[in-house]
């Protein structure tokens, strides 16, 4: 048995503590995104509603077509954004890698600013569509300017490469928006929200998202592998080309459609897995599911703070996580955590 063997079996020592405190956070989430909101609902409103949801009433049209959708679009963005954003930390063995930082999100909304300059109304699979093509599009520019260019800290180059592609990206966005007069039609997309959200978006976009996450979780042991030195993956019998390329197909699968679903929101992918990382360092087996529990839960609360704050009227997605997010962050790095990378 190698070295790296037993650190590759071992199960953390607090993943079952940490999973179903996670678990309960997301089921309360649950229950008072259902009850909670512009109008709450008592306990035996929401019960003999859920007990009958094809009984139309006033109380089914808000429960059942209005925040159900919404609350389980904002659990699978939170596991879709969160799970990405572990697995592009590991395939590029870089922890503060994100698809926002990276330049997906600005692709896949320069794609989708150019698809509503053609038409006002778009399918939601074309919308899926954009956001697939102009996130892959700049995730191989982001990719091309670092690896093609030998530097003494591809890390560095990563990031920087990504804020080069994102800013290009992001004032193309603005001019094409600009011209065409598109604000009106991108701008709640663009700060990221649920508002929208129905069933005929949710059976369109959220096979795509479960299909990924499921496929991330059956690669976790190569993911895993994919993220020791080069030399101990390929000891291993790892075709690592081979498998950074399909697990970055994966990310790109999730991110695009997570964006497609709630708008461009970023962020997330950098902060839930930190935070997981706490607990299981870097087996992913363990990182991912956690990273989708601790990320569904964390944006079902999201989204619920961003209509409570100040009801009827709702608040950004994107400032409900910043606000959250970003001491979180900041704790973290002043903490000086590290990340044993083996």
């Given at each position: 048995?190698?070295?790296?063997?037993?650190?590759?079996?071992t199960?953390?020592?607090?993943?079952?503590l940490?999973?179903?405190?996670?678990?309960?956070?997301?089921?309360?989430?649950?229950?008072?995104?259902?009850?909670?909101?512009?109008?709450?609902?008592?306990?035996?409103?929401?019960?003999?509603?859920?007990?009958?949801?094809?009984?139309?009433?006033?109380?089914?049209?808000v429960?059942?077509?209005t925040?159900?959708?919404?609350?389980?679009?904002?659990?699978?963005?939170?596991?879709?954004?969160?799970?990405?954003?572990?697995?592009?930390?590991?395939?590029?063995?870089?922890n503060?890698?994100?698809?926002?930082?990276?330049?997906?999100?600005?692709?896949?909304?320069?794609?989708?600013?150019?698809?509503?300059?053609?038409?006002k109304?778009?399918?939601?699979?074309?919308?899926?569509?954009?956001?697939?093509?102009?996130?892959?599009?700049?995730?191989?520019?982001?990719?091309?300017?670092?690896?093609?260019?030998?530097?003494?800290?591809?890390?560095?180059?990563?990031?920087?490469?990504?804020?080069?592609?994102?800013?290009?990206?992001?004032?193309?966005?603005?001019?094409?928006?600009?011209?065409?007069?598109?604000?009106?039609?991108?701008?709640?997309?663009?700060?990221?929200?649920?508002?929208?959200?129905?069933?005929?978006?949710?059976?369109?976009?959220?096979?795509?998202?479960l299909?990924?996450?499921?496929?991330?979780?059956?690669m976790?042991?190569?993911?895993?592998?994919?993220?020791?030195?080069?030399?101990?993956?390929?000891?291993?019998?790892?075709?690592?080309?081979?498998?950074?390329?399909?697990?970055?197909?994966?990310?790109?699968?999730?991110?695009?459609?997570?964006?497609?679903?709630?708008?461009?929101?970023?962020?997330?992918?950098?902060?839930?897995?930190?935070?997981?990382?706490?607990?299981?360092?870097n087996?992913?087996?363990?990182?991912?599911?956690?990273s989708?529990?601790?990320?569904?839960?964390f944006?079902?609360?999201?989204?619920?703070?961003?209509?409570?704050?100040?009801?009827?009227?709702?608040?950004?997605?994107?400032?409900?996580?910043?606000?959250?997010?970003?001491?979180?962050?900041?704790?973290?790095?002043?903490?000086?955590?590290?990340?044993?990378?083996?």
């Amino acid at each position: 048995m190698s070295k790296t063997e037993p650190y590759l079996q071992t199960k953390p020592k607090y993943f079952w503590l940490v999973f179903f405190i996670s678990l309960i956070g997301l089921l309360a989430g649950t229950y008072a995104s259902l009850r909670f909101g512009a109008i709450t609902y008592s306990h035996h409103d929401l019960l003999s509603t859920l007990a009958r949801p094809e009984l139309e009433s006033d109380l089914q049209n808000v429960i059942i077509d209005t925040r159900l959708p919404r609350l389980l679009a904002a659990g699978l963005v939170g596991a879709g954004l969160s799970c990405a954003g572990a697995m592009m930390q590991g395939i590029t063995k870089n922890n503060i890698a994100d698809p926002g930082l990276l330049g997906i999100n600005a692709g896949a909304s320069l794609a989708l600013v150019i698809g509503y300059s053609f038409a006002k109304e778009l399918h939601y699979l074309l919308i899926l569509f954009l956001c697939l093509v102009g996130a892959s599009f700049a995730a191989s520019l982001v990719f091309a300017f670092t690896y093609h260019n030998k530097t003494s800290n591809p890390q560095l180059a990563l990031i920087l490469s990504g804020a080069m592609v994102t800013t290009l990206f992001s004032a193309i966005g603005q001019a094409i928006t600009i011209t065409n007069k598109l604000s009106t039609t991108i701008i709640g997309w663009q700060s990221g929200g649920l508002i929208g959200t129905n069933w005929t978006m949710l059976h369109v976009i959220a096979p795509f998202i479960l299909i990924g996450l499921a496929i991330a979780q059956l690669m976790s042991h190569q993911l895993t592998i994919l993220s020791l030195d080069s030399t101990i993956s390929i000891a291993l019998g790892q075709n690592t080309q081979k498998t950074r390329l399909l697990l970055l197909g994966i990310v790109l699968i999730l991110s695009a459609s997570s964006i497609a679903l709630v708008g461009n929101l970023a962020f997330i992918g950098l902060l839930i897995p930190h935070l997981v990382r706490l607990v299981v360092a870097n087996n992913y087996r363990y990182l991912l599911p956690l990273s989708m529990l601790l990320g569904a839960g964390f944006m079902v609360w999201i989204d619920l703070g961003g209509r409570l704050i100040n009801s009827p009227y709702e608040t950004s997605l994107n400032a409900m996580v910043s606000l959250l997010g970003l001491p979180c962050f900041l704790f973290l790095v002043r903490r000086g955590q590290t990340y044993d990378q083996h």
